[in-house]
């Protein structure tokens, strides 16, 4: 006997669900890509940061760095240029022979930067780790990277008290399909990661002390 489901009961589901996965992730996405587009500025507008920011991405086996990182180092280079005192952090991953902040900083070399200036951070598995990384907020940020991800990092950064802004790496370069929905994904978790965040440091700072 086969089981009918009334056709208001169905209704009624679909509305639960729509609604929750509006809740959980449609908004939330929204919300950092609305929040974090309006830090992203030309960077001759911008006054001179403490650090600039280079979020990791892919190197190819030769160890140079794959299309979308090479766009970041790209625009990262000017930015050095205009700003030849700021320390340069270099963000991702690193395992074994794979190593993307020194990708970057060997293109950065190549093209006059001083080694010097480069901080390198090899524990930048994902960009909200690259921005704790940063440790205690101390200032201004510049953020370099491409458009379709700095609406995220700028938010994080900023929801973690540093005065953030963006410069567009790649401007006319096509996002990719894969981008776009990491971005949606990793926007919507971000901002629960942040919530959680900021509602366990609440219950630390409510909790009594001892004499």
């Not at 270099?90 to 070399?109: C, I, N, Q, R």
């Not at 971005?183 to 919530?195: D, I, L, S, T, Y």
């Amino acid at each position: 006997m086969k089981l009918r489901i009334p056709w208001r009961h169905r209704r009624t589901a679909a509305a639960t669900l729509a609604a929750f996965f509006c809740a959980v992730f449609l908004v939330p996405d929204l919300w950092v890509l609305y929040r974090g587009s309006k830090w992203v500025v030309p960077f001759d507008s911008v006054e001179t940061p403490q650090v600039v920011v280079v979020p990791g991405a892919s190197v190819l086996r030769n160890g140079k760095p794959s299309p979308v990182l090479r766009q970041r180092v790209q625009e990262a280079l000017w930015v050095a240029r205009r700003w030849p005192s700021t320390k340069i952090v270099l963000s991702g991953t690193a395992d074994g022979g794979y190593d993307e902040p020194l990708a970057m900083s060997k293109y950065l070399k190549e093209h006059g930067i001083d080694t010097a200036r480069m901080v390198f951070d090899r524990e930048g598995w994902s960009t909200r780790e690259t921005l704790m990384n940063l440790g205690t907020p101390g200032g201004r940020i510049v953020v370099v990277s491409q458009k379709w991800h700095l609406n995220r990092a700028l938010w994080l950064a900023r929801e973690l008290d540093w005065e953030a802004w963006g410069v567009v790496a790649g401007r006319d370069a096509p996002i990719g399909w894969e981008n776009l929905l990491r971005e949606h994904a990793g926007r919507a978790a971000n901002f629960w990661q942040m919530a959680w965040r900021k509602a366990s440091l609440k219950v630390v700072s409510l909790a009594p002390t001892s004499p």
